[in-house]
Structures are given as C-alpha cells and as structure tokens.
C-alpha cells in the first residue's frame, strides 16, 4: 500500500510550457490526500522559490535543495546537511580567479548571486523565476549554506570538485549549470529522513521525477514513475514511464497502480 508520495516540481507538478500545474494534477492531490495518502513535494528549489511554484496546494511537508533541507507543512525541521565552511573558503578563493562564473548560495530562506550572465538568465527565463539579488562572494563566509548553484558545464566538474567543492557533489537538471550539495545529501536522502520522521516504510514509498536530479529517489522509493518527458536515463531508472506533465501523467499513473 502506498502511503507517501514525493513529487519534484519541474516538468513534473509544473509545466514547462505553461508554468502551472495541470488540474488533472491538482485533482489527484486533493483526492490522494482525501484517501490519507501523504503528499509531498521533493525540489531542487530553495524554499521561497518552491512556496511560489506550488501556490496555494497543500502538503504535508518538503524536501528542498535536493534533500539538503527537509521540513513539516508546519515548518518544524526535519534535516539540515549543510555545506562545510572549508569548501565555502576555498570557493571564495577559486572565484577570485574565475569571477566569469556566477554562483548561487541558498542560506536561510534568503538566496543571492555573485554576478549575472546570459546562462542565469536563460535558467530563470525557463522556470520562470526572478535572478536574485547581487551581492559579493564574501557574503557567504559564516552562513548555514545549504546549496550552491554554480553556472558552469559537466566538462569543469573534475576541477571544481576535486579541488575546490572537496565535500560537495553536483546534482544536475540542465547542462547550464549544477546544483551543488554537501556530499550524501540527495532527493532519496531527503526521502529517507522524512519516512522516519512519519513512521513510514520506504516500500510503501512513490516517486515522481523528470530530471537527472531525480535518478535517485525513483531508484530508491518503493515505486519510481519518470515523466513522458523525461530524459532517456531518467526513465531508465524508473519502475514506470507515465505521459508527459502536459498530458496528465501524474493522474495517469496513479490510475495505473490502482491508488486513484
């Protein structure tokens, strides 16, 4: 019996044609939630950007910054895997010689940009968000960073975190640019960390993704279903490949299992 749902939000609850939620979609939330199956959503998206995305949808709580932080809908603290300081340091140091290479640091609920350049603004122009604000790199030295998301390719990743990010590991959706987490940190972690907090079986555990960031938890819920539109390894990894997110997918599969 499944009893907890984790759904990613990009591609997968939201469109990315029209940058909203299917109603198919909001229907089978509210009816999954009515049969007492709890809901959640699990994100890349920091949390100011994940409330934005998801509107006025109730849940039963959150896995955002690619598992790195975990809370209730009441906002009680479920997990924190914070970035260590020395990788912070060593980063702060690494810009100073590639200042041409923006990075993202997600504190708090707060969030800013060491610069701005045409792949940050591709990025927000395709989820639809606003750039935050800019600020110097220094400015993360002393703050609980939980994420970092540097706009750099695949091809720099052996630099990057064999020398500078030693204890983070990249968590990538789109070839612009990485999420960044402390190492062992990831959606399945998340998903592990919130099943204990509720008492639930990972067997009785789904799973909804479309992105590379997801490859993790539809490998590791008790069931993985990757959209129609998702990556070929994406679906490789899953248990079932629904239709896309603008062709009812989630409704869909959830009708194949036989939960709605």
């Not at 707060?110 to 350049?117: A, E, K, P, R, S």
Request: charged share 25%; proline share 5%.
């Amino acid at each position: 019996m499944v009893k907890a749902i984790f759904f990613d939000i990009d591609g997968t609850l939201v469109s990315f044609k029209t940058h909203t939620i299917p109603e198919s979609t909001r229907k089978a939330l509210a009816a999954l939630r009515e049969k007492g199956i709890k809901v959640f959503i699990s994100t890349g998206r920091p949390k100011v950007l994940m409330m934005k995305a998801v509107g006025d949808l109730p849940f039963d709580g959150y896995i955002t910054l690619n598992g790195s932080y975990c809370f209730t809908a009441d906002d009680i603290d479920i997990y924190k895997g914070r970035i260590p300081e020395e990788d912070i340091e060593r980063l702060i140091q690494y810009h100073k010689q590639r200042p041409d290479i923006p990075f993202v640091f997600v504190h708090d609920d707060t969030w800013f940009i060491t610069g701005v350049n045409e792949a940050v603004q591709q990025v927000a122009d395709l989820i639809k968000i606003t750039v935050p604000p800019v600020c110097p790199i220094e400015e993360a030295r002393g703050k609980e960073i939980m994420q970092i998301m540097g706009y750099f390719k695949q091809d720099e990743d052996l630099e990057v975190f064999s020398h500078v990010l030693k204890h983070c590991e990249p968590m990538r959706w789109y070839p612009l640019f990485a999420d960044i987490i402390a190492r062992g940190n990831s959606k399945s972690h998340g998903i592990d960390k919130v099943i204990e907090y509720y008492g639930i079986d990972l067997k009785d555990t789904m799973a909804f993704g479309d992105g590379g960031n997801d490859i993790p938890m539809l490998r590791h819920a008790g069931i993985g279903v990757a959209m129609g539109n998702a990556a070929p390894e994406v679906q490789n990894a899953a248990n079932y490949v629904t239709t896309s997110v603008d062709e009812d997918g989630i409704l869909n599969a959830l009708k194949h299992f036989g939960i709605l």
